[in-house]
């Protein structure tokens, strides 16, 4: 369900400590509780955000006799096992991306290994196993990076998960205070005010040199970074 990056959204960026919400799909379209509300549960506790000031949400049932229901499957999941803690070791970009693309996104990791070889690249045909999954993953690795760069093209966004994994970087970014993403533009594509608030790689027309200019400075800023790092650790 989306109703989780929703709410992590508006509690992140708006301060929203309290949410009230019906049990969508019980009314009249007839759902089950047992079935809607373990998933939605599930995207409430997965999807939330560092920097989320949300404290209680509030979920109104449709019928009286659903109450007892609610009570026993928010108790359910109270207990139930614990999901897996991801891998916490930083991660130096998260390129984001459509795979018709995949050429462009080939030229810019090149350049940024050939200049930073030990640069770590978070891809998903080379980062997701089969089974993963897709959403936790690419959440916790887009928490877990130093740079955020998205392709932005006429296919870009085009895609669900593009634009939402776009989303989550723009909630990161708001937490860190700091230029966490820089987009690579290849097509000519109308940018909203919102997306151009980034600065970004004019590679247009799907400019090869280009491209390869922006995976050096890519690397550049990652060196920059890392020495900022050590620095404040020195202090």
Not at 81 to 98: G, K, L, N, T
Not at 166 to 188: E, N, Q, S
Request: with cysteine.
């Amino acid at each position: 369900m989306a109703i989780g990056q929703a709410l992590s959204v508006a509690a992140t960026t708006h301060g929203v400590r309290s949410v009230a919400m019906p049990l969508i799909a019980t009314g009249v379209q007839g759902y089950a509780v047992q079935d809607v509300l373990p998933p939605l549960l599930d995207s409430l506790t997965r999807h939330m955000r560092t920097g989320s000031r949300l404290e209680s949400v509030v979920i109104a049932a449709y019928d009286d006799g659903d109450v007892a229901i609610v009570r026993d499957e928010v108790a359910r999941f109270r207990v139930r096992e614990p999901i897996p803690v991801a891998d916490d070791s930083m991660h130096d970009v998260f390129v984001s991306y459509r795979h018709s693309d995949a050429d462009c996104v080939d030229c810019l990791v090149d350049a940024i290994r050939t200049a930073r070889p030990h640069t770590d690249i978070w891809l998903d045909r080379s980062k997701l196993e089969l089974g993963d999954q897709w959403n936790d993953e690419i959440a916790h690795a887009i928490d877990r990076s130093r740079l955020f760069v998205p392709f932005y093209s006429k296919q870009y966004f085009e895609s669900i998960i593009c634009r939402e994994e776009l989303a989550a970087a723009h909630i990161r970014r708001r937490a860190l205070k700091t230029a966490f993403i820089v987009p690579v533009l290849l097509d000519d594509v109308e940018l909203t005010s919102y997306h151009q608030m980034p600065q970004y790689k004019d590679s247009r027309v799907r400019d090869m040199g280009r491209i390869r200019e922006a995976g050096r400075v890519i690397a550049e800023r990652l060196d920059e970074a890392q020495l900022d790092e050590v620095q404040s650790e020195v202090t």
